[in-house]
């Protein structure tokens, strides 16, 4: 008696578990940054934000806290680049989405690796008013920083892109309403206070990217 083969069924896959865990690394990067730098900004003597950027937290005998922190959330940052990579593979910006994620990572770990310089009055003991003239770091800190910022600014205008496609109103905005921040040219008059609020967008971002692949996927 002739037997009929049955077709075997195979169901579709969830997101892999390494995907997975490159983007919740990608989601916690920026809560664990601004956990770090709060902590910083509140128990570091002559700290103000309204005077000093973020980035001034990794100078001095305690700066390795931040510079650590740079390093850890720029490798985040990687960890997402690679999570999307492996996430969205079809569709409006399925390749330079990943890549522009991972030069914000970069950016970030040279940031760390690159201080700026102390200045103005931070750390203590260090004199009133602007450096003299930048060290080497200092610029390579100011380069990789905005490099790091504009590349996640073009990342979500291809985001941005990818949502209009799909006729997702609400994500496009969002997203676009991000790069729009990112792009902003700096106040001198309230540059560190930029800078934070850029940072925040920034990781907001990312984060809600992360989650949002995770629970798509």
Known sequence: MATTA?????????VPATSAS???????AGPA???????QMLTREGFDITR????????????????????????????????????????V??????????????????????????????????PDGPVAQMSWHGVAHSVAAAV?????????IVLTVRYARRRAVLPAVLS???ALVLLLPMSPDH?????????LVAFAWTTVLALSLRRSA
């Not at 049955?6 to 969830?14: L, Q």
């Not at 940054?33 to 709060?38: C, E, N, R, T, V």
């Open 6 to 14: 049955t077709p075997a069924v195979h169901p579709t896959p969830a």
């Open 22 to 28: 490159l983007l919740l690394a990608g989601a916690l």
């Open 33 to 39: 940054f601004f956990a770090s730098a709060i902590a």
């Open 52 to 91: 000093h950027p973020i980035s001034q937290l990794a100078t001095g005998d305690l700066g390795w806290i931040q510079i650590t922190t740079f390093v850890l959330a720029g490798l985040g940052g990687l960890a997402l680049a690679a999570g999307v990579g492996r996430t969205i593979t079809e569709g």
């Open 93 to 126: 910006g399925r390749r330079a989405l990943p890549i522009f994620v991972g030069i914000f990572g970069a950016g970030l770990v040279c940031a760390g690796l690159f201080t700026m310089d102390p200045e103005d009055g931070f750390p203590v003991g260090t």
């Open 148 to 156: 790091s910022f504009t590349a996640l600014a073009v990342a979500a």
């Open 176 to 178: 676009g309403a991000a």
């Open 191 to 199: 540059m560190s206070i930029q800078i934070a609020v850029n940072g």
